[in-house]
Every structure is written in C-alpha cells, then in structure tokens.
C-alpha cells in the first residue's frame, strides 16, 4: 500500500485491518507518535490526517488509500513550530509520553483559531495528560499563539515556586 506521510509517498506492506499507529511506528520507523489506550480516547497516537487532527490507533490502513498523514516528525523540520518552541521553553512535559499528540492538537487548534481563549484550549485540548501538566500547556497555547510573553509565564511559575517553598518550611 502507498500511503503519503509527511509529504513522502511510502511504500508499506501491511494488513489492511492493521491501525495507522503501527504502520508509522513499525512499519516506517516513525516512533514520535505514541501508544495509549487504543481506543481514540487518549489522544497519545494523535496525527494529521488530511490536515485534520485524528487518533491514528483506531484508522485502518485501508481507510487511507488517498490519505495525507503528518506525523510529530512532520510537523516542522526542526522542531521550529511555534508550539514545539513554546512547550520546551516552559518545560511542559513531565514524563512526555502523551505530549506528541499535546503539540498535534495545539498546533491544530491555532491553526483553526489564533488566539484562542482559555475555553477555547479547554475545549480543543482533549489529550489525557497522567502527569497533569494542562495549566503548562494553556501556557504554552498562549505564548505559541502570542498572547503571552514567556518571560511573564516564566515569572509566574518562580512566584508559584516560591510560595511553595515558603508554605513548606513554615
């Protein structure tokens, strides 16, 4: 089956029932999207489809014959989005697993809206995060959108910190 990922067509032999995860995971080498629950629900395996966010575990390969997929490693280059910049500037991820789909649908939500309001991330952002990191990730929104600078984020999170601190050791 010929199948178009970030701008290549690829040539790839696999079962037709087989979920696009696993033909971009195993059968291309593509690792930058993750595994989750296999269920659509989680939104780890998020990819484009067509330009259009979509959980790749539950897409068989053969509802793709005309597809256009864009994976993580697709997104920019080199890491140069605006959102990829952002989430390592403010240290988003803790452990990581579920933030290639994080950037997916952050990337697709400016897209669609670019300045989005604190509702509109809430309600595009419906990525599970087990470490708990969506207030990182509306920042990073903002920053990546513009509406934040992230010098003023950074310094919220050294007041954060620092109260922590104190309430602790008092």
Known sequence: MKLNVNGRVRELDVEPQMPLLWALRDGLGLTGTKYGCGVAQCGACTVYLNGQPARSCSIPMSALSQAKVTTIEGLSPNASHAVQKAWVELDVPQCGYCQSGQIMAAAALLAKTPKPTDADIDAAM???????????????IHVAAGQKKLGDVLAS??????????????
């Open 126 to 140: 419906t990525n599970i995060c087990r470490c708990g990191t969506y207030q990182r990730i509306r920042d990073a």
């Open 157 to 170: 999170y050294d007041t954060l910190d620092a109260s922590a601190v104190s309430s602790v050791q008092a």
